[in-house]
């Protein structure tokens, strides 16, 4: 097993956040002292990211072989984005391990093509592949600045934010095999079997709204869909974030 940097705060049952793409575990800032109220809460930078920068992330298999042996038993699994397509892999790597998903602003398959409608079109993440090549730095800024676009907010608490995660960027190969992984991870014919919460933004302009509708036809019922909130209501609505997440964590 290779290591990877986690950082562990709190007791009780074992919840396990991975972060999006281009960010590392410094996002979940706004929440960590919340959540560890409720759980036993484990930050792992994906590899090539954060303090796992010098690893590389590779493709989606590659991902789940090496955060499997850092998953404890009984674990819920929080993923946000990116982090959320590799939660339900390992879901279905780890059944008899991962005992929940928490999505956040996450879909069984990120991008919009043949019968799936509830995603991003190939073209832009085309682009930000091809943007990587010109402006590493700058298209993270960008992708970002994206995820916040409608929504009120604080824009210094964001920049400090921002700054703090940026000051350990990812490597341009781990994000271009999150690009990848974003371009061709499918649990759309694949539900997860394990308890789940789906939380999502109305004004999120990377999940469109109308995955909402489609996922109770995949046999999920635990939908909350926040009318104000992006694709990081964590950090723009920290108190109806906690609420939707205490309350999926007392139903076990």
Known sequence: MQHLYSHTVGKGRPLVLLHGWGMNSR??????????KLARVTCI???G????????????????????GHIPQDAIMMGWSLGGLIAQGLAHALPDKVAGLAMIASTPKFVAEGGWQHGVSPELLATFGNNLQVDYMGTVRRFFALQFLNTKTDSRMVNV??????EQP???????????????????QMPVKQPSLW??????????VSLAD?????????IALI??????????????FMGHVGAFLKTF
Not at 172 to 185: H, P, Q, V
Not at 201 to 208: A, E, F, S, T, Y
Not at 214 to 222: E, F
């Open 27 to 36: 996002v979940w800032g706004p929440v960590l002292s919340e959540l560890e």
């Open 49 to 68: 990211h954060g303090n796992n920068s010098h690893l590389p992330l590779g493709l989606l298999e590659t991902a789940i072989d090496q955060l499997a």
């Open 45 to 47: 930078d994906l590899p």
């Open 170 to 188: 990812a490597s341009i190969s781990a994000l271009e095999d999150g690009l990848n992984i974003l371009r061709t991870a499918d649990f759309s």
């Open 199 to 208: 939380m999502l933004g109305k004004l999120d302009k990377l999940i469109p």
């Open 227 to 240: 009318n104000s909130a992006a694709h990081v209501p964590f950090v723009t609505h920290p108190a109806i």
């Open 161 to 166: 934010l921002r700054e703090t995660i940026m």
């Open 214 to 222: 489609a996922l109770p036809g995949m046999g999920y019922g635990h």
